[in-house]
């Protein structure tokens, strides 16, 4: 009986010159520089090593009435023969071979974003053709764009507001007043919101809770309909029961944004719109509530990933081929008739490994290109967090 060879390449790889907290993080018009290293175990030809480079933007979700709906956008489709023998194979010995690339992203590209009811992300992938049928290898290495939004001055202003309403039990009545201040609406991911604010209640009603978050708002389309969906980005809470003149006031209260958010309005998507607001609510017994919310702007601002000045290689992308009709999605297309595949690396890294919250929950639903997760459309006052709770700097003031 014969024995099936078994396959020369022990690993197949993608490293990327550009590394930020095991995060590979670039900005519109940023180059993209690295290497695919394959890895022998004993020495074989190769006939191809083909890159490609795709980024695209989906949403997916179902209505009771109309079925499933779907869009998609595409702001990446390019390709490059690394290495083509064009019918004379390559022999390599046994060990490791780097073969270099680089690719100019374009200028209009959105920032990655995963979401309840869509995505923009960013993928890698090399192919690497064996002399036989079977000795095809295909590594992906997934990327993080992030766009520099610049913050208009008028939002670094302070804000102040307040928050009045009368509350009637028990043939009683009285109010429930709130003073808020904010040190600004505009900031960039990893800058904290300080929050200066004093809660006071003269009401017949039991105050039960004091909370402020951050929320993001999620907007998608698809085929003319949209749906919207909320979460809490971070939030701070105080579950400290105020009677009849009681008084809460927080004093120089932070509210993190984490680091890896998208900036507001995720310009350059057309069917995924973000949108954030900072919430003020005040949970009340018989399940009344008092609350507020202020639109925040958040931008992006990356330090350390400034692009280079004056200086541009505007033939970086030369070799790159864009399109439907490109050799690699030929290749590709070839392959898949294969009944064997050698997968040289999982489409994303290991849960553990993701350090990008954005990463998170929704990175195995969207490999080997499938679409983002599928779900119903639900109230849009019910949030999910993405951040943990922290405890703040409280103190009781008697009125």
């Known amino acids: 009986m014969a024995v099936a060879k078994q396959s020369p390449f022990e690993s197949v790889t993608i490293n990327l010159e550009h590394d930020i907290d095991e995060q590979y993080q670039y900005q519109p018009g940023e180059i993209i520089r690295g290497k695919i290293v394959i890895h022998l175990h004993r020495s074989t030809l190769v006939e191809s090593v083909y890159l490609t480079i795709t980024g695209e933007g989906i949403c997916a979700w179902e209505e009771e009435y109309v079925g499933a709906l779907e869009s998609k956008e595409i702001y990446i489709d390019a390709s490059q023969a690394i290495f083509d023998a064009e019918g004379l194979a390559r022999y390599l010995e046994k060990g490791f071979h780097q073969f270099p690339f680089e690719y100019r992203l374009p200028d209009n590209v959105p920032s990655s974003f995963i979401g309840k009811f869509g995505s923009v992300t ?21 990327f993080l764009v992030m766009r520099k939004y610049l913050l208009p001055d ?41 929050l200066q604010a004093e809660v006071q209640n003269h ?15 999620s907007t998608y389309r698809a085929q003319k309909n949209i749906i919207a969906y909320k979460q809490i980005v971070n939030k701070r809470r105080d579950d400290y029961e105020l009677i009849d003149g009681d008084g809460r006031r927080w004093q120089n209260v932070r509210i993190g944004i984490p680091a890896y958010v998208p900036e507001s309005f995720l310009e350059g998507c057309d069917i995924i719109d973000l949108s954030y607001k900072f919430q003020f609510r005040i949970e009340l017994s018989s399940g009344k509530e008092l609350k507020t919310e202020i639109p925040i702007t958040v931008g992006a601002n990356p330090r350390g990933l400034e692009l280079p000045g004056p200086e541009r290689k505007d033939d970086v992308n030369i070799h790159w081929t864009m399109g439907p009709r490109d050799l690699a999605k030929q290749q590709m ?51 999910d967090e993405i951040a943990p709770d922290y405890p703040g700097s409280k103190e009781d003031t008697r009125l």
């Open 154 to 194: 008028e939002l670094s202003e302070p804000l102040k507001t307040k928050l009045a309403k009368t509350y009637f039990s028990m043939c009683s009545w009285g109010k429930v007043n709130a003073d808020i201040h904010l040190n600004r609406t505009g900031f960039v991911p990893g800058e904290d919101i300080c």
């Open 122 to 142: 960013y993928i890698l992938k090399a192919i690497v053709q064996g002399e036989r049928q079977g000795d095809t290898t295909i590594a992906t290495e997934p």
């Open 203 to 217: 009401s017949p009603l039991r105050i039960t809770a004091i909370q402020a978050g951050l929320l993001m708002e």
């Open 333 to 383: 297309e070839e392959q898949r008739e294969m009944s064997a595949w050698t997968i040289a690396s999982p489409e994303f890294r290991d849960r553990e490994q993701v350090m990008n919250p954005l990463f998170r929950n929704e990175s195995e639903k969207l490999s080997n290109g499938d679409r983002p997760h599928v779900g119903n459309a639900h109230n849009e006052d019910s949030y």
